[in-house]
Nanobody, 124 residues
Framework: QVQLVESGGGLVQAGGSLRLSCAAS????????MGWFRQAPGKAREFVAA????????YYANSVKGRFTISRDNAKNTVCLQMNSLKPEDTAVYYC?????????????????WGQGTQVTVSS
């Protein structure tokens, strides 16, 4: 079992930045592909970013490409999502997730473990 706890969410003005962190416990995350997803009220959960086991490969949704950066520190068992140039449409609950396989990194159903989520609100 992997337990994931997100932090770093909050209220920010449009154009601002936030850095989300995901702390893992129970198992080392070096055996997992790590992803970030988000869910806005009334909308389906959507893929934001993913990072391979070593961190050498990263993947982003088109809506966040160039603004968000995912990173990981396997020694510290943490994953981060740096979010810059935030827009009101980025408002959502952001979830960290772990998947043993890279094949379907953008499919939330493929992920085995989830955190409880952290709220990000971007005001206009």
């Amino acid at each position: 079992q992997v337990q994931l706890v997100e932090s770093g969410g909050g209220l920010v003005q449009a154009g601002g930045s936030l850095r989300l962190s995901c702390a893992a416990s129970g198992r080392t995350i070096r055996n997992y592909v790590m992803g970030w997803f988000r869910q806005a009220p009334g909308k389906a959960r959507e893929f934001v970013a993913a990072i391979s086991w070593s961190g050498l490969s990263t993947y982003y949704a088109n809506s966040v490409k160039g603004r968000f950066t995912i990173s990981r520190d396997n020694a510290k068992n943490t994953v981060c999502l740096q979010m810059n140039s935030l827009k009101p449409e980025d408002t959502a609950v952001y979830y960290c997730a772990a998947d043993s396989d890279l094949l379907n990194y953008s499919d939330y159903a493929a992920y085995d473990y989830w955190g409880q989520g952290t709220q990000v609100t971007v005001s206009s």
